[in-house]
């Protein structure tokens, strides 16, 4: 079992910066892909981006590419998600993940969740 816990949300302003934390504990956390994910009120949950075991891999989605970050700590069991440029469109409630199949990331899918930070984005 991995357990995620968010953190850094908040509510900012359109062009503002955040910056996401998710700590992890349990199994280790160097073997596990993180990925963010991110839920707005009345739709899907979509997924954001993720890194890979060695921090050295990232993959975004087009919305967000460009303005976001992701990285990760291993000696700290941290991941995290830095926005930058931040956008309304961006509020939502987001949500890290792991997982040891990027495969299953990719579908929106995977064996551990956090319970979600909202970050409020005002124009």
């Known amino acids: 079992q991995v357990y995620l816990v968010e953190s850094g949300g908040g509510m900012v302003q359109s062009g503002d910066s955040l910056r996401l934390s998710c700590a992890a504990s349990?199994?280790?956390?160097?073997?596990?892909?993180i990925g963010w994910f991110r839920q707005a009120p009345g739709k899907e949950r979509e997924f954001v981006g993720r890194?890979?075991?060695?921090?050295?891999?990232?993959y975004y989605d087009n919305s967000v590419k460009g303005r976001f970050t992701i990285s990760r700590d291993n000696t700290k069991n941290t991941a995290y998600l830095e926005m930058t440029s931040l956008k309304s469109e961006d509020t939502a409630v987001y949500y890290c993940?792991?997982?040891?199949?990027?495969?299953?990331?990719?579908?929106?899918?995977?064996?551990?969740w956090g319970q979600g930070t909202q970050v409020t984005v005002s124009s």
């Open positions: 890194i890979d075991q060695s921090g050295r891999i990232t």
């Open positions: 349990g199994r280790p956390f160097m073997n596990y892909f």
């Open positions: 993940a792991a997982d040891d199949i990027a495969r299953r990331m990719m579908a929106g899918q995977a064996w551990y």
